[in-house]
């Protein structure tokens, strides 16, 4: 092979788990390993010294790379100057606009500051009562699903993760009412479009500030065209007073009525709705997916989170209203983020010339901020590659800009408390039933191209815990 992927390193012993990761290289790869290495993963091309903070500053091609590794300039990257650095990336602007329009995902300046209270609002912490419901029939199906397995069968993780929270976030954006093959016409559209986007845009590196055009060709147009027409009958059955009231698109119609402003049209009514149900879908499933992966090679974490549900459900399924007390279901979950952030890479375009820390950075350069370095840096966590959970229950204050799944300042996800909520509810409905097996001898292997995600996905078997309770 031309240049071959650094090998994956996982360890275990007595009760320590080092999950699987790439090993760092040993020298700085050249530019044809960059590109080379950049298309098979974005988290395999660093050498240990990008695994502690600090900032760095390299060239590809024509265009100037900072990467900011440390709490404080994050700080100011974010925070500080917010108004120069919060333009996403033209790589990844090109990749989504086809979908996603003027979403908030990927809009900037007076758009994104209009939209942005809009979509925060409604899916805001205070309205997760309305969509706990939604959560729990959803995970409750997968556990009827999987009690109905033959024995010693085999799943796909990831899969069945992603049709739990597409379920769930296609109930709370288009509605309760949405009929089955609608929601998996979206889910099939969006899978399609992203195997059909190349994230990587030579035009930007070659000195073309807002990159080149993704040229898509028919298949992805044929999916872009598949979601589009599902959301935009959604939206219209809402505005023609059909839609299913408190659904994310009903609120998103009235609280845009009551606004004030200028009101959105059709089209941006839909990209708002296709932003939140991408934004909301893949992350918290393979999140979900992950935690499995952790909780299966850790079964002396895996007994904390068994009690635990014993002692605050007994015998009836967990609820929302549960999760005060499930603190190792939800300090899994926030490991599980820290170990494979979903989103591992942010990347942003400087407006104009700035300085961060130590660095001239140019008009137009790549600034990237990487939760996955940050998540791992040897200065900054005890024992970064292990898995812990208990970091996040022992009271120890964990610094915001060290810790950054959900990004950081102005542009944080507004989904953040619904995501949270809904991989802790239903690792923890499943969890009280199942135990997962992952398939002896595989090996798994993160890779990112946009989400983080294991590589050919994570074969398990499911087994049902002898003293589950009946559903
Ligand atoms: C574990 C689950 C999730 C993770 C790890 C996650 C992570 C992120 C991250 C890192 C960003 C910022 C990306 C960037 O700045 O480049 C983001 C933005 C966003 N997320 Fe989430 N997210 C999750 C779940 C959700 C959910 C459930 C929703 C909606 C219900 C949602 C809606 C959004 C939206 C609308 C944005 C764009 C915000 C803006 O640009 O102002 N996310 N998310």
Redesign the pocket.
Known sequence: MLYPAPPTIEERSGSEFIPAHPMPLRRDPNLLQIVIGARRSLIEGWTESYYRSGIDSFRILRRQIVFVNSPELIRYVVVTRHGNFER?SPQ?RRALEALLGDG??ISDGET?KRR?PL?ADI?HKRRLPEFGQTMEDAALAVAEEWGALPARSEVELTEEMGRLTATI?SR?VFGKNIPRDAAQRVIDGFSAYQRQTDAFNLGYFLGADDGWPAFGGKRRRRAMAMVHDVIESVVNAHLAGEGDAGSMVDLLIRRNQKSGGEPLDLAALRNEAA??FM??HE??AT?LAWAWYLLANAPWVARHVHEEIETACGTRAPTLADLPRLRWCRAVIQET?RLY???PL??RQALEADRIGPVDVEKSALVMIA?WLLHRSVDLWEKPNHFLPERFLSGTRIDPFAYI???VGP??????N???D??TLCLAILAQRFEVRPREGYKVEPVCRLTLRPKGGLPARIVARSSRPPL
């Open positions: 996403k990844m908030l995902f994104w942005r979509v899916v976030i709370a932003t939140i934004a909301g992350t918290t999140t983020l952030p979903p989103v942010l990347p939760p799944p959900f990004a542009r944080i996800c507004p989904g953040m619904f995501g949270l809904e991989a």
